[in-house]
Protein backbone atom coordinates (compact mmCIF):
# COMPACT_ATOMS: atom_id res chain seq x y z
CA UNK A 1 0.00 0.00 0.00
CA UNK A 2 1.47 3.85 -0.36
CA UNK A 3 0.73 6.10 1.44
CA UNK A 4 1.29 9.87 0.61
CA UNK A 5 2.43 11.92 3.29
CA UNK A 6 4.41 15.33 3.18
CA UNK A 7 7.72 15.10 4.75
CA UNK A 8 8.09 15.96 8.06
CA UNK A 9 10.27 18.87 9.11
CA UNK A 10 10.47 20.80 11.90
CA UNK A 11 11.31 24.30 10.77
CA UNK A 12 8.01 23.68 8.38
CA UNK A 13 6.33 27.37 7.16
CA UNK A 14 2.93 26.81 6.76
CA UNK A 15 2.57 29.55 4.27
CA UNK A 16 4.96 26.94 2.05
CA UNK A 17 3.62 24.69 0.13
CA UNK A 18 3.64 21.19 0.53
CA UNK A 19 4.33 18.70 -1.97
CA UNK A 20 2.43 15.24 -2.00
CA UNK A 21 5.37 12.99 -2.12
CA UNK A 22 5.49 9.12 -2.22
CA UNK A 23 7.06 8.15 1.22
CA UNK A 24 10.59 6.56 -0.09
CA UNK A 25 12.94 4.02 1.82
CA UNK A 26 15.09 7.74 3.09
CA UNK A 27 11.77 9.19 4.25
CA UNK A 28 10.37 6.00 6.06
CA UNK A 29 13.89 5.48 7.43
CA UNK A 30 13.99 8.95 8.87
CA UNK A 31 10.21 9.26 9.77
CA UNK A 32 11.03 6.04 11.93
CA UNK A 33 14.23 8.02 13.60
CA UNK A 34 11.58 11.14 14.46
CA UNK A 35 8.90 8.21 16.12
CA UNK A 36 11.75 6.97 18.10
CA UNK A 37 12.27 10.84 19.88
CA UNK A 38 9.28 12.07 19.84
CA UNK A 39 6.36 9.91 21.31
CA UNK A 40 3.81 12.52 20.20
CA UNK A 41 5.07 11.05 16.11
CA UNK A 42 4.73 7.65 17.63
CA UNK A 43 1.22 8.39 18.89
CA UNK A 44 0.14 9.49 15.76
CA UNK A 45 1.96 6.83 13.70
CA UNK A 46 -0.38 4.36 15.85
CA UNK A 47 -3.39 6.51 14.18
CA UNK A 48 -1.56 6.32 10.81
CA UNK A 49 -1.71 2.59 10.73
CA UNK A 50 -5.30 2.51 12.20
CA UNK A 51 -6.89 5.33 9.68
CA UNK A 52 -4.04 6.07 7.82
CA UNK A 53 -4.92 5.28 4.12
CA UNK A 54 -7.73 4.56 1.73
CA UNK A 55 -8.88 3.51 -1.54
CA UNK A 56 -10.48 6.34 -3.25
CA UNK A 57 -13.34 4.61 -5.56
CA UNK A 58 -13.37 7.92 -7.95
CA UNK A 59 -9.52 7.21 -8.70
CA UNK A 60 -8.29 3.85 -7.35
CA UNK A 61 -5.39 5.34 -5.58
CA UNK A 62 -4.71 4.63 -1.94
CA UNK A 63 -4.70 8.55 0.36
CA UNK A 64 -3.92 9.22 3.49
CA UNK A 65 -7.08 9.94 5.19
CA UNK A 66 -6.70 11.26 9.22
CA UNK A 67 -9.54 13.21 8.27
CA UNK A 68 -12.92 11.12 6.79
CA UNK A 69 -14.79 12.95 4.17
CA UNK A 70 -17.48 13.01 6.14
CA UNK A 71 -15.46 15.56 8.96
CA UNK A 72 -14.29 17.88 6.11
CA UNK A 73 -17.38 18.17 4.66
CA UNK A 74 -18.86 19.21 7.76
CA UNK A 75 -16.09 21.27 8.63
CA UNK A 76 -15.80 22.87 5.27
CA UNK A 77 -19.82 24.17 5.77
CA UNK A 78 -18.83 26.35 8.62
CA UNK A 79 -15.48 27.52 6.87
CA UNK A 80 -17.50 28.23 3.50
CA UNK A 81 -20.17 29.94 5.48
CA UNK A 82 -17.98 32.10 7.90
CA UNK A 83 -16.04 33.23 4.44
CA UNK A 84 -19.50 33.86 2.49
CA UNK A 85 -20.86 35.77 5.61
CA UNK A 86 -17.33 38.19 5.31
CA UNK A 87 -17.78 38.33 1.52
CA UNK A 88 -21.38 39.36 2.04
CA UNK A 89 -20.37 42.02 4.98
CA UNK A 90 -18.13 43.74 2.71
CA UNK A 91 -20.88 43.72 -0.29
CA UNK A 92 -18.27 41.12 -1.99
CA UNK A 93 -21.14 38.57 -2.72
CA UNK A 94 -23.12 39.07 -5.84
CA UNK A 95 -27.01 38.24 -5.66
CA UNK A 96 -29.66 37.63 -7.70
CA UNK A 97 -27.80 38.96 -10.86
CA UNK A 98 -27.82 37.90 -14.64
CA UNK A 99 -23.93 36.41 -13.55
CA UNK A 100 -25.61 33.82 -11.09
CA UNK A 101 -28.17 32.60 -13.09
CA UNK A 102 -25.47 31.92 -15.99
CA UNK A 103 -23.16 30.25 -13.08
CA UNK A 104 -25.99 28.50 -11.45
CA UNK A 105 -27.00 27.00 -14.79
CA UNK A 106 -23.88 25.87 -15.52
CA UNK A 107 -23.06 24.40 -12.55
CA UNK A 108 -26.34 22.74 -11.87
CA UNK A 109 -25.56 20.58 -15.33
CA UNK A 110 -22.66 19.56 -13.82
CA UNK A 111 -24.12 18.00 -10.88
CA UNK A 112 -26.45 16.24 -12.53
CA UNK A 113 -23.33 14.33 -14.08
CA UNK A 114 -21.26 14.45 -10.60
CA UNK A 115 -24.00 12.25 -9.16
CA UNK A 116 -24.16 9.54 -11.82
CA UNK A 117 -20.29 9.31 -11.02
CA UNK A 118 -20.74 9.14 -7.16
CA UNK A 119 -24.58 8.57 -5.74
CA UNK A 120 -23.62 9.68 -2.32
CA UNK A 121 -22.77 12.99 -3.20
CA UNK A 122 -26.74 13.17 -4.27
CA UNK A 123 -27.05 14.46 -0.30
CA UNK A 124 -24.10 17.45 -0.71
CA UNK A 125 -25.25 20.45 0.30
CA UNK A 126 -24.30 22.30 -3.49
CA UNK A 127 -23.86 25.78 -3.01
CA UNK A 128 -22.24 28.31 -5.45
CA UNK A 129 -21.76 31.79 -4.79
CA UNK A 130 -19.59 34.61 -6.85
CA UNK A 131 -17.46 36.45 -5.27
CA UNK A 132 -17.50 40.15 -6.62
CA UNK A 133 -13.54 40.76 -7.01
CA UNK A 134 -12.42 41.46 -10.67
CA UNK A 135 -8.52 41.39 -9.35
CA UNK A 136 -9.29 37.63 -8.06
CA UNK A 137 -8.44 35.05 -10.53
CA UNK A 138 -9.74 31.89 -8.49
CA UNK A 139 -12.71 29.35 -8.48
CA UNK A 140 -13.00 26.26 -5.78
CA UNK A 141 -15.33 23.37 -4.99
CA UNK A 142 -15.10 22.62 -0.99
CA UNK A 143 -15.52 18.85 0.34
CA UNK A 144 -19.27 18.35 0.34
CA UNK A 145 -19.88 20.59 -3.01
CA UNK A 146 -19.76 24.07 -1.65
CA UNK A 147 -18.32 26.27 -4.85
CA UNK A 148 -17.35 29.52 -5.46
CA UNK A 149 -16.10 31.54 -8.64
CA UNK A 150 -14.42 35.32 -8.65
CA UNK A 151 -15.91 37.48 -11.44
CA UNK A 152 -11.78 37.62 -12.09
CA UNK A 153 -11.80 34.69 -13.58
CA UNK A 154 -14.84 35.43 -15.90
CA UNK A 155 -14.38 38.94 -16.63
CA UNK A 156 -10.20 39.10 -17.17
CA UNK A 157 -10.55 36.13 -19.49
CA UNK A 158 -13.70 36.64 -20.28
CA UNK A 159 -14.45 32.93 -19.80
CA UNK A 160 -17.00 31.29 -22.36
CA UNK A 161 -19.83 28.87 -20.74
CA UNK A 162 -18.05 25.72 -21.82
CA UNK A 163 -14.86 26.95 -20.07
CA UNK A 164 -16.39 28.09 -16.92
CA UNK A 165 -17.84 24.41 -17.22
CA UNK A 166 -14.47 23.15 -17.33
CA UNK A 167 -13.03 25.31 -14.18
CA UNK A 168 -15.68 24.08 -12.25
CA UNK A 169 -15.77 20.98 -13.59
CA UNK A 170 -12.49 20.34 -12.96
CA UNK A 171 -13.34 21.85 -8.95
CA UNK A 172 -15.92 19.35 -8.82
CA UNK A 173 -13.55 16.20 -9.43
CA UNK A 174 -11.34 17.70 -6.67
CA UNK A 175 -14.63 17.14 -4.38
CA UNK A 176 -15.61 13.69 -5.68
CA UNK A 177 -12.14 12.87 -5.81
CA UNK A 178 -11.98 13.41 -2.16
CA UNK A 179 -8.78 15.69 -2.64
CA UNK A 180 -9.92 17.98 0.18
CA UNK A 181 -10.42 15.46 2.71
CA UNK A 182 -6.56 14.27 1.71
CA UNK A 183 -5.28 17.99 1.25
CA UNK A 184 -6.48 18.51 5.11
CA UNK A 185 -5.17 15.23 6.23
CA UNK A 186 -1.89 16.12 4.61
CA UNK A 187 -1.93 19.50 6.39
CA UNK A 188 -2.74 18.01 9.89
CA UNK A 189 0.12 15.53 9.36
CA UNK A 190 2.70 18.08 8.11
CA UNK A 191 1.67 20.58 11.15
CA UNK A 192 4.20 20.45 14.45
CA UNK A 193 2.34 22.60 16.33
CA UNK A 194 -0.94 20.76 15.34
CA UNK A 195 0.86 17.27 15.56
CA UNK A 196 1.46 17.28 19.01
CA UNK A 197 -2.07 18.57 19.89
CA UNK A 198 -3.73 15.48 17.79
CA UNK A 199 -1.57 13.63 19.34
CA UNK A 200 -2.73 14.08 22.90
CA UNK A 201 -6.58 13.65 21.49
CA UNK A 202 -5.57 10.70 20.00
CA UNK A 203 -4.99 8.65 23.40
CA UNK A 204 -8.88 9.23 23.67
CA UNK A 205 -10.09 9.27 20.32
CA UNK A 206 -8.22 7.25 17.03
CA UNK A 207 -10.23 9.47 14.98
CA UNK A 208 -9.31 12.98 13.98
CA UNK A 209 -13.03 14.07 13.32
CA UNK A 210 -13.64 15.02 16.50
CA UNK A 211 -10.61 17.34 17.07
CA UNK A 212 -11.53 20.78 16.51
CA UNK A 213 -8.82 22.81 16.44
CA UNK A 214 -7.05 20.24 14.10
CA UNK A 215 -10.07 20.47 11.51
CA UNK A 216 -10.05 24.47 11.83
CA UNK A 217 -6.50 24.66 10.98
CA UNK A 218 -6.15 22.48 8.17
CA UNK A 219 -9.97 24.20 6.79
CA UNK A 220 -7.84 27.32 6.50
CA UNK A 221 -5.64 25.69 4.51
CA UNK A 222 -7.77 24.07 2.20
CA UNK A 223 -8.37 26.92 0.17
CA UNK A 224 -4.69 28.47 0.09
CA UNK A 225 -2.17 25.31 -0.41
CA UNK A 226 -1.90 23.98 -3.52
CA UNK A 227 -3.07 20.12 -4.71
CA UNK A 228 -0.18 18.07 -5.82
CA UNK A 229 0.25 16.87 -9.71
CA UNK A 230 -0.89 13.73 -9.07
CA UNK A 231 -4.47 15.18 -7.85
CA UNK A 232 -4.38 18.40 -10.56
CA UNK A 233 -4.68 15.41 -13.01
CA UNK A 234 -7.19 13.06 -11.46
CA UNK A 235 -9.19 16.27 -11.51
CA UNK A 236 -8.96 17.13 -15.14
CA UNK A 237 -9.93 13.84 -16.36
CA UNK A 238 -12.47 14.16 -13.75
CA UNK A 239 -13.86 17.36 -14.81
CA UNK A 240 -13.07 17.05 -18.69
CA UNK A 241 -15.69 14.32 -18.65
CA UNK A 242 -18.10 15.65 -16.45
CA UNK A 243 -17.92 19.01 -18.68
CA UNK A 244 -18.53 16.89 -21.76
CA UNK A 245 -21.41 14.82 -20.67
CA UNK A 246 -22.76 18.04 -19.52
CA UNK A 247 -22.80 19.32 -23.11
CA UNK A 248 -19.60 21.72 -22.73
CA UNK A 249 -16.84 21.86 -25.45
CA UNK A 250 -13.81 19.50 -23.96
CA UNK A 251 -11.51 22.10 -26.38
CA UNK A 252 -12.71 24.86 -24.19
CA UNK A 253 -10.23 22.50 -21.06
CA UNK A 254 -7.46 23.51 -23.60
CA UNK A 255 -8.06 27.36 -23.73
CA UNK A 256 -9.09 27.82 -20.46
CA UNK A 257 -5.87 27.10 -19.09
CA UNK A 258 -3.92 28.53 -22.28
CA UNK A 259 -6.10 32.00 -20.75
CA UNK A 260 -5.28 31.39 -17.38
CA UNK A 261 -1.37 31.31 -18.39
CA UNK A 262 -1.73 34.41 -20.49
CA UNK A 263 -3.73 36.51 -18.12
CA UNK A 264 -1.36 35.38 -15.30
CA UNK A 265 1.67 36.10 -17.14
CA UNK A 266 0.73 39.49 -18.34
CA UNK A 267 -1.37 41.12 -14.71
CA UNK A 268 0.80 39.27 -11.89
CA UNK A 269 -1.01 36.73 -10.12
CA UNK A 270 -3.57 34.28 -10.20
CA UNK A 271 -5.05 32.88 -7.40
CA UNK A 272 -6.11 29.75 -8.83
CA UNK A 273 -2.86 28.69 -10.67
CA UNK A 274 -0.89 28.90 -7.41
CA UNK A 275 -3.00 26.51 -5.92
CA UNK A 276 -3.66 24.36 -9.01
CA UNK A 277 0.43 23.98 -10.46
CA UNK A 278 0.51 22.98 -13.74
CA UNK A 279 0.92 18.72 -14.52
CA UNK A 280 3.05 18.38 -16.84
CA UNK A 281 2.19 18.79 -20.76
CA UNK A 282 -1.30 19.87 -18.95
CA UNK A 283 -2.48 20.78 -22.64
CA UNK A 284 -1.11 17.94 -24.63
CA UNK A 285 -3.01 16.01 -21.85
CA UNK A 286 -6.24 17.84 -21.71
CA UNK A 287 -5.84 17.85 -26.01
CA UNK A 288 -5.57 14.00 -26.00
CA UNK A 289 -8.45 13.82 -23.37
CA UNK A 290 -10.90 15.77 -25.00
CA UNK A 291 -10.61 13.38 -27.84
CA UNK A 292 -12.50 10.12 -26.03
CA UNK A 293 -15.18 12.79 -24.92
CA UNK A 294 -15.82 14.20 -28.00
CA UNK A 295 -18.74 11.84 -28.98
CA UNK A 296 -20.17 12.35 -25.29
CA UNK A 297 -20.51 16.27 -26.19
CA UNK A 298 -21.94 15.32 -29.15
CA UNK A 299 -24.54 12.85 -27.68
CA UNK A 300 -25.50 15.74 -24.86
CA UNK A 301 -25.45 18.37 -27.64
CA UNK A 302 -27.71 16.14 -29.38
CA UNK A 303 -30.41 15.30 -26.35
CA UNK A 304 -31.59 18.23 -24.39
CA UNK A 305 -32.35 16.32 -20.99
CA UNK A 306 -34.21 18.16 -17.96
CA UNK A 307 -32.22 19.74 -15.61
CA UNK A 308 -32.88 19.67 -12.04
CA UNK A 309 -32.16 22.17 -10.36
CA UNK A 310 -29.51 20.76 -7.28
CA UNK A 311 -28.47 24.17 -5.89
CA UNK A 312 -32.45 25.62 -5.13
CA UNK A 313 -34.29 22.17 -4.59
CA UNK A 314 -35.22 20.56 -1.65
CA UNK A 315 -33.37 17.50 -0.53
CA UNK A 316 -36.27 14.75 -0.48
CA UNK A 317 -37.12 16.02 -4.45
CA UNK A 318 -33.99 14.91 -5.50
CA UNK A 319 -33.40 11.78 -8.09
CA UNK A 320 -32.50 9.05 -6.38
CA UNK A 321 -29.61 7.22 -8.12
CA UNK A 322 -28.51 3.62 -7.54
CA UNK A 323 -24.60 2.96 -6.19
CA UNK A 324 -24.72 -0.26 -8.25
CA UNK A 325 -26.01 1.82 -11.70
CA UNK A 326 -23.34 4.72 -10.99
CA UNK A 327 -20.82 5.07 -14.03
CA UNK A 328 -17.96 3.48 -13.90
CA UNK A 329 -14.81 5.65 -13.71
CA UNK A 330 -11.35 4.88 -11.93
CA UNK A 331 -13.19 1.87 -10.46
CA UNK A 332 -11.35 -1.14 -9.29
CA UNK A 333 -13.40 -3.10 -13.00
CA UNK A 334 -12.27 -0.04 -14.65
CA UNK A 335 -8.64 -0.38 -13.91
CA UNK A 336 -8.72 -3.88 -14.53
CA UNK A 337 -10.70 -3.14 -17.86
CA UNK A 338 -7.51 -0.37 -19.41
CA UNK A 339 -4.79 -3.23 -18.09
CA UNK A 340 -6.63 -5.81 -20.84
CA UNK A 341 -7.53 -7.86 -17.39
CA UNK A 342 -11.36 -7.96 -17.61
CA UNK A 343 -12.61 -11.08 -17.64
CA UNK A 344 -16.02 -12.34 -18.73
CA UNK A 345 -17.74 -14.76 -16.78
CA UNK A 346 -21.88 -14.72 -16.57
CA UNK A 347 -23.99 -15.63 -18.76
CA UNK A 348 -27.25 -14.54 -18.73
CA UNK A 349 -28.34 -14.68 -22.72
CA UNK A 350 -31.68 -13.03 -21.73
CA UNK A 351 -30.36 -10.37 -20.17
CA UNK A 352 -28.03 -9.91 -23.19
CA UNK A 353 -30.66 -10.48 -25.96
CA UNK A 354 -32.32 -7.37 -24.35
CA UNK A 355 -29.42 -5.06 -24.19
CA UNK A 356 -27.68 -6.13 -27.50
CA UNK A 357 -29.24 -3.35 -29.33
CA UNK A 358 -27.64 -0.58 -26.63
CA UNK A 359 -24.56 -1.72 -27.19
CA UNK A 360 -24.45 -1.52 -30.92
CA UNK A 361 -25.79 1.80 -30.71
CA UNK A 362 -23.18 2.72 -28.40
CA UNK A 363 -20.49 1.07 -30.24
CA UNK A 364 -21.81 2.94 -33.51
CA UNK A 365 -21.60 5.99 -31.60
CA UNK A 366 -18.24 5.65 -30.40
CA UNK A 367 -19.27 6.03 -27.21
CA UNK A 368 -16.69 3.98 -25.82
CA UNK A 369 -16.33 4.30 -21.85
CA UNK A 370 -20.12 3.73 -21.87
CA UNK A 371 -19.91 0.52 -23.72
CA UNK A 372 -17.17 -1.11 -22.24
CA UNK A 373 -18.86 0.00 -18.93
CA UNK A 374 -21.83 -1.70 -20.21
CA UNK A 375 -20.35 -4.74 -21.03
CA UNK A 376 -18.66 -5.03 -17.85
CA UNK A 377 -21.69 -4.76 -16.36
CA UNK A 378 -23.77 -7.70 -18.19
CA UNK A 379 -20.92 -9.89 -18.17
CA UNK A 380 -21.57 -11.98 -20.74
CA UNK A 381 -18.70 -14.51 -22.18
CA UNK A 382 -18.96 -14.34 -25.76
CA UNK A 383 -17.05 -13.02 -28.75
CA UNK A 384 -19.16 -10.42 -29.25
CA UNK A 385 -18.47 -8.99 -25.61
CA UNK A 386 -14.50 -9.18 -26.23
CA UNK A 387 -14.70 -7.56 -29.36
CA UNK A 388 -17.06 -4.29 -27.87
CA UNK A 389 -14.34 -4.17 -24.54
CA UNK A 390 -11.54 -4.08 -27.86
CA UNK A 391 -13.06 -1.49 -29.81
CA UNK A 392 -14.12 0.30 -26.52
CA UNK A 393 -10.15 0.14 -25.38
CA UNK A 394 -8.92 1.32 -29.15
CA UNK A 395 -11.04 4.15 -29.00
CA UNK A 396 -10.29 4.99 -25.54
CA UNK A 397 -6.06 4.62 -26.58
CA UNK A 398 -5.48 1.90 -24.58
CA UNK A 399 -3.99 -0.02 -27.44
CA UNK A 400 -2.15 -2.81 -26.02
CA UNK A 401 -5.52 -3.64 -23.84
CA UNK A 402 -6.98 -3.55 -27.43
CA UNK A 403 -5.20 -6.22 -28.87
CA UNK A 404 -5.56 -8.46 -25.59
CA UNK A 405 -9.74 -8.54 -25.77
CA UNK A 406 -9.27 -9.10 -29.79
CA UNK A 407 -7.54 -12.32 -29.44
CA UNK A 408 -10.01 -13.21 -26.91
CA UNK A 409 -12.76 -12.75 -29.19
CA UNK A 410 -11.14 -14.81 -32.08
CA UNK A 411 -10.62 -17.66 -29.52
CA UNK A 412 -14.39 -17.34 -28.19
CA UNK A 413 -15.66 -17.31 -31.60
CA UNK A 414 -13.83 -20.83 -32.20
CA UNK A 415 -16.64 -22.43 -29.56
CA UNK A 416 -20.08 -23.33 -30.08
CA UNK A 417 -20.48 -22.17 -26.39
CA UNK A 418 -19.30 -18.72 -26.91
CA UNK A 419 -19.76 -17.38 -30.32
CA UNK A 420 -22.24 -14.91 -31.17
CA UNK A 421 -23.08 -16.41 -33.97
CA UNK A 422 -23.75 -20.50 -32.99
CA UNK A 423 -25.80 -18.85 -30.23
CA UNK A 424 -28.05 -17.89 -32.70
CA UNK A 425 -28.37 -14.03 -31.38
CA UNK A 426 -30.60 -11.68 -33.20
CA UNK A 427 -27.49 -9.77 -34.50
CA UNK A 428 -24.21 -10.43 -34.31
CA UNK A 429 -23.73 -6.51 -35.06
CA UNK A 430 -20.49 -5.46 -36.52
CA UNK A 431 -18.65 -8.00 -34.95
CA UNK A 432 -15.51 -8.93 -37.23
CA UNK A 433 -13.09 -10.54 -34.84
CA UNK A 434 -10.92 -11.55 -37.62
CA UNK A 435 -10.17 -8.66 -38.92
CA UNK A 436 -7.53 -6.88 -36.38
ZN1 LIG B 1 -7.03 21.62 -9.37
Known sequence: MQIWLQKFTTNHDALSPPELTEANGADQASLHMALNRFPALAALAVVFTLTGCATNSMTGRS???????????????????????????????????PINTR????????IQQAVQYQPKSASWAWQVNVIDDDKTINAFCMPGGLMAIYTGLINQLDATDDEIAQVMGHEIGHALAGHGAEKMSVQIASNIAVLAISAAAAKNSRDFSNNQLALTVAALAFVNLPNGRITETEADKIGIELAARAGYDPAAAVSLWQKMATATKSKGRSDFLSTHPSPERRQETLLALGKPMGPLYAAAKATERPSYDWLKGD?????????????????????????????????????YLVKQGSLADLYKAGSWRDLASKVLDLDFELDLSYFYLSKAAKGLGFEQAAEKYQLQAIELGKSEKTACAKKFMVSCSGLQPSTP
Open 63 to 97: QLVLVSEESASKQSVSYYNSMMGDFKKKEKLIVGS
Open 103 to 110: VEAITNKL
Open 315 to 351: YDSRPKIEASSAQAFYSESWDRFIKGESQLKGGNMPA
